[in-house]
């Protein structure tokens, strides 16, 4: 089993290019959620969705878009990259009709943006 | 305003001794609570959680406590072992936003032995 796979888990890109982060579960959770790590910040949410065809917002959404056409994929798309996008992105998912928000998280992707 | 806070950057414990990492909440609809450990180059793994109909959650070496008129949970690993070493997140959740995690920055976790 899986679980939840991150690519590429590692990338630079330089300022202005656009690429998108991979993430798949095999776990069949309808809740998927991004998160970036920064240093002394914790993780913070980016976007999420409650199954496929439907997303939304998190904390911090800025700068990325996320599309849901199939449960298992969910995919993070930088539009134009910044530095200030430099960080480490967790993918997780969820299965919320367990009753609880027990998380899956991904390995991480490291990204630096030049 | 950060609704969830581990005021705590860092904390070092001897092997065999207990180790408590505490959390502090301001969101009152914050219902359910977890815990994650992080390892270097890792994703956060999940450790332990609780309801907040309850006021304390048991997993092997693993307890949480919650004291919901504090708004404060604790961890507690006893007793602590070398592995244990690693970044202890604490996170929440509210009714109506289930699945979106709101993340304490987190305490590095020593364990000497």
């Known amino acids: 089993n899986a679980g939840v796979t991150q690519t590429p888990k590692f990338q630079v890109l330089k300022t202005g290019q656009s690429m998108t982060l991979q993430c798949a579960q095999d776990?069949?959770?309808?809740?998927m959620s991004w998160y970036r790590q920064d240093p002394g910040m914790g993780l913070r949410l980016i976007h999420y969705s409650v199954g496929a065809g439907i997303t939304d917002q998190g904390e911090v959404p800025n700068g990325y878009n996320v599309s849901r056409s199939t449960t298992e994929d969910f995919p993070l798309r930088l539009l134009s990259a910044a530095p200030s996008q430099t960080s480490v992105y967790f993918c997780?998912?969820?299965?919320?009709?367990?009753?609880?928000?027990?998380?899956?998280f991904g390995q991480g992707t490291r990204l630096t943006v030049v | 305003d950060q609704q969830v806070k581990q005021n705590s950057p860092s904390l070092s414990v001897q092997e065999g001794r207990i180790s408590i990492l505490n959390c502090d909440y301001t969101?009152?609809?914050?219902?359910?609570f977890l815990w994650y450990k992080k390892y270097p180059a890792e994703g956060p793994t999940f450790l332990i959680s609780i309801s907040s109909i309850k006021d304390k959650n048991e997993d092997g070496r693993f307890t949480v406590f919650l004291n919901k008129s504090a708004k404060h949970l604790s961890l507690h690993i006893v007793p602590s072992q070398p592995g244990d070493s690693a970044v202890y997140f604490c996170a929440a959740s509210g009714k109506g936003s289930q699945g979106n995690l709101i993340f304490g920055k987190g305490t590095k976790l020593s364990v000497k032995p």
């Open positions: 969101n009152s609809m914050f219902d359910y």
């Open positions: 997780a998912s969820t299965a919320l009709d367990r009753g609880n928000t027990e998380a899956f």
């Open positions: 776990m069949n959770h309808e809740y």
